[in-house]
């Protein structure tokens, strides 16, 4: 490669390195502002730490070590993978992410702290914004432009933000399925050739014409990626379903080649089998377990379709685009239509370069056709099946759709400019010197078009993290933690009234009942009245009310029983249940 050229890529590169800082910065700086927690990452803490289980005795005091050493690994619990993987085999999710979070949470014994998770989340969100970087130049013939208007405006959105602050295993699930779309797309690059650097020459690809599926190169690295990215989410497997699927069609449709689909789908097999080895319950938990057999309910009932898919597409409308993508979605229609009547209609299909051979419509258009095809098909797939079986958590299911959004702007951005290239090459004349002209001119057309599409997306992000579109911050609980404190120091007594169907809805304010020394638990529904010395003779008690019990019959079983309380106020209520202050008027 010419030196000039080796610059300007080394330049792109270093753009690169400083979107990707700023992007690492952003995200640190949220990590900062996150107060609170939702009650799957409290989860996450007592799936790793469990010591002997959240067992809350019905009336009676639970004191404060005994509820804050489920969360946190203690001086002797530190590296117990065998029991993370068996409390995880209770529950629907495979081990992975908790071992890495035990890990970490083992290398500092008897604390509690956001940064255990956040400090995962942020070294996966810096790898996948890499991968994203690697997979965008492949896609689009290593346009540098457009790969970085591609990272630069999904690494600044609320939703990957808000990936980075869920102290939970989808940004490392995103890393292990952008690892497998690269793993794809580097195949199909080999065997058709690729755009070396900023020149128009396309490398010869394979040298006899066949598809080349190397042990060293792709398949022990896609059989390690599979391993670690099925036994992090099972939504993983979704993913290599439909790129494997289509995968396979274009080795035997491209090379007619069955024994490279038998190699892939053995090593394929090796990686599940070794994952079953490793843990026997992914079976269950994916087909037969409480959510496996509620996901398959959703899949195969047909009426939820399109309610369901509305559903996710306002999610990724929202939190992704702006708000803009039914815009975006229209202009690749437009484009693409102008584009087949161009070619189809007109019969204009082919023009002549410089050196008088011919090109097709691929050659000018900005796409890899193979392998932007099989992505597409890849995501749409996944898009479709996660819509159709997961849990519908109002603005928090953003999380299931996490580790396809960045190919989702990959590939509405790599549309638009491909098709924009088919319009300016199949409008008017096709001689040599026509289209050596808009060449020169479009150079410098592209950049200014370029450079206001980054202002737009730097703009709609803003607009984004203004407008309070990251999720999981919990920004609430900062004021919450402070009356608690408040509460402490004043030695109020705290009951908590819970459902004892339901009795795991307790931690969801986990952060809030650490900072009382104890707390006395009493289970809904009852007629016996408070005799505890500690509450009754109090002049003010402070209670946690599960919020699907009658709040009056609830609080009179305690001012009953305690003369001194006369009078309640609602503070503040959360997802599960509502903090009263219980008084007495002067």
């Known amino acids: 490669m010419p030196y000039k050229a080796n610059k300007i890529k080394r330049i792109w590169q270093l753009l690169f390195v400083l979107i990707w800082c700023a992007q690492m910065l952003t995200a640190v700086y949220f990590c900062y502002q996150k107060k609170g927690f939702h009650e799957d990452e409290y989860y996450t803490y007592y799936s790793t730490a469990r010591t002997y289980g959240l067992n809350i005795e019905n009336n009676a005091w639970m004191e404060h070590d005994a509820y804050f050493n489920e969360f946190v690994v203690l001086e002797g619990e530190r590296f117990q993978y065998g029991l993370v993987k068996q409390v995880q085999s209770w529950d629907v999710h495979p081990p992975v992410y908790y071992w890495i979070f035990h890990t970490i949470a083992s290398l500092f014994p008897g604390k509690f702290s956001k940064w255990y998770g956040l400090v995962l989340n942020l070294a996966a969100f810096g790898i996948s914004m890499v991968l994203l970087w690697i997979l965008s130049l492949k896609v689009t013939k290593y346009n540098e432009k457009l790969s970085l208007l591609v990272c630069l405006f ?248 996490m580790p396809i959004y960045g190919m989702v702007v990959l590939l509405i951005f790599a549309a638009i400019d491909g098709l924009v290239r088919g319009c300016v090459r199949y409008s008017g004349k096709g001689s040599a010197e026509w289209i050596r002209r808009i060449n020169y001119m479009n150079g410098r057309i592209y950049n200014v078009i370029i450079g206001l599409a980054a202002l737009v997306a730097v703009i709609i992000n803003i607009i984004g993290f203004v407008g309070g579109r990251v999720v999981f911050l919990y920004p609430e609980d900062e004021e919450r933690i402070a009356f608690a404190k408040g509460q402490q120091l004043n030695k109020t007594p705290v009951v908590y009234i819970y459902d004892e169907n339901q009795s795991w809805c307790v931690w969801d304010v986990a952060d809030e009942l650490f900072e009382y020394d104890r707390v006395y638990f009493m289970g809904q529904g009852g007629n016996e009245l408070i005799d505890d010395v500690d509450v009754v003779g109090s002049d003010a008690v402070v209670v946690y009310l599960n919020n699907t019990a009658q709040a009056e019959e609830e609080l009179g079983r305690i001012m009953s029983g305690n003369a001194n309380l006369s009078d309640y106020e609602l503070k503040y209520q959360e997802k599960y249940c509502d903090v009263y202050y219980l008084y007495g008027r002067d």
């Open 154 to 401: 999904y690494g600044f959105t609320p939703v990957v933000i808000s990936s980075v602050v869920f102290i939970r295993m989808y940004a490392l699930l995103t890393v292990f399925v952008l690892m497998c779309a690269v793993l794809h797309v580097r195949v199909i690059e080999d065997y058709t050739g690729s755009y070396v650097g900023l020149s128009d020459k396309l490398s010869t690809g394979s040298s006899d014409g066949s598809i080349k599926l190397s042990v060293w190169r792709f398949l022990l690295p896609l059989a390690v990626v599979t391993y670690f990215g099925f036994l992090t989410q099972y939504y993983y497997f979704i993913f290599l379903f439909f790129i494997g699927f289509a995968f396979c069609v274009y080795m035997l449709w491209k090379d007619r080649n069955l024994w490279n689909c038998i190699r892939y789908a053995v090593s394929l097999a090796v990686a599940f089998g070794l994952a079953y080895v490793t843990y026997p319950s992914c079976l269950g938990q994916m087909f037969r377990g409480q959510r496996g057999a509620q996901a398959t309910g959703n899949f195969f009932d047909v009426s939820n379709t399109l309610m369901r898919l509305e559903f996710f597409y306002e999610l990724m409308d929202e939190y992704v685009f702006g708000k803009l993508l039914a815009v975006l979605v229209l202009v690749v229609v437009l484009l693409g239509l102008y584009v087949w009547f161009e070619t189809r209609v007109i019969k204009y299909k082919n023009i002549r370069n410089n050196d008088n051979g011919e090109k097709k419509l691929s050659d000018h258009i900005g796409i890899r056709y193979d392998e932007y095809f099989i992505l597409l098909f890849a995501v749409v797939g996944y898009f479709f099946v996660v819509s159709k079986t997961a849990l519908l958590l109002g603005e928090t299911s953003i999380r299931y759709q």
